[in-house]
């Protein structure tokens, strides 16, 4: 069982910028695909961003591609999501979650297996 943990959600207004860090239990880190999705008030769960293994690929949402920057350092086992230019419609709780299998399909939430508990973000307009 890994166990995720997100931190460095909060209120920022309308063009400001957060970073958001993930970081799992034990020293597997680099053994998982990892995603970024997030969840407003009476919506969905949608994608936001993933990362291969390796860092190598990167997968963004239309909505957010060119604002938001998902990376990792598998050596300090952080995941990360730089946010800029955020928006009112940016806000939602925010959920890292981890890929075992090989087939991993990055926009796919059933492809995870591990799951944060999830950060709030909050823009202001």
């Known amino acids: 069982q890994v166990q995720l943990v997100e931190s460095g959600g909060g209120l920022v207004q309308a063009g400001g910028s957060l970073r958001l860090s993930c970081v799992p239990s034990g020293r597997t880190f680099s053994r998982y695909a990892m995603g970024w999705f997030r969840q407003a008030p009476g919506k969905e769960r949608e994608f936001v961003a993933a990362i291969s293994r390796s860092g190598g690929s990167t997968d963004y949402a239309d909505s957010v591609k060119g604002r938001f920057t998902i990376s990792r350092d598998n050596a300090k086992l952080t995941l990360y999501l730089q946010m800029n230019s955020l928006k009112p419609e940016d806000t939602a709780v925010y959920y890292c979650?981890?890929?075992?299998?090989?087939?991993?399909?990055?926009?796919?939430?059933?492809?995870?297996?591990?799951w944060g508990q999830g950060t709030q973000v909050t823009v202001s307009s």
């Open positions: 979650a981890a890929a075992t299998s090989l087939r991993w399909d990055a926009l796919d939430s059933g492809s995870y297996n591990y």
